[in-house]
């Protein structure tokens, strides 16, 4: 089994920045998962925002330029840094992690391990 906790979420002012963790925990804390963050709204699907699988990453197209996932091997965490923060960004973000990257990466079911979510606020 494998946990995530997420951390680092709060609420900032339009244009800031906040940076949130996944530490990946339990019977594997394998660097070679691949580890993905997620956002959901109320009444909305969850949404893909990035991942990172060994030494590649992706994004979707609304973050790119703003969002930097990066990943520390040696805590077993994975990082997701936001910057110029904008209202819409405002979600509950959750980390994600499987052991079987494919290219399916941007669904949820793609995904065997869920962390608990941390909300992230951007006031305007």
């Known amino acids: 089994q494998v946990q995530l906790e997420e951390s680092g979420g709060g609420l900032v002012q339009a244009g800031g920045s906040l940076r949130l963790s996944c530490e990946v925990s339990?019977?594997?804390?394998?660097?070679?998962?691949?580890v993905a963050w997620f956002r959901q709204t109320p009444g909305k699907e969850r949404e893909f925002v990035a991942v990172?699988?060994?030494?590649?990453?992706y994004y979707v197209d609304s973050v790119k330029g703003r969002f930097t996932i990066s990943r520390d091997n040696a805590k077993n965490t994975v990082y997701l840094q936001m910057n110029s923060l904008k209202p819409e960004d405002t979600a509950v973000y959750y980390c994600?992690?499987?052991?079987?990257?494919?290219?399916?990466?941007?669904?949820?079911?793609?995904?065997?391990?869920w962390g608990q979510g941390t909300q992230v606020t951007v006031s305007t």
């Open positions: 994600a992690a499987t052991p079987l990257f494919s290219v399916g990466y941007d669904y949820v079911r793609a995904y065997d391990y």
């Open positions: 339990g019977r594997t804390g394998r660097y070679d998962y691949a």
């Open positions: 990172v699988n060994w030494n590649d990453r």
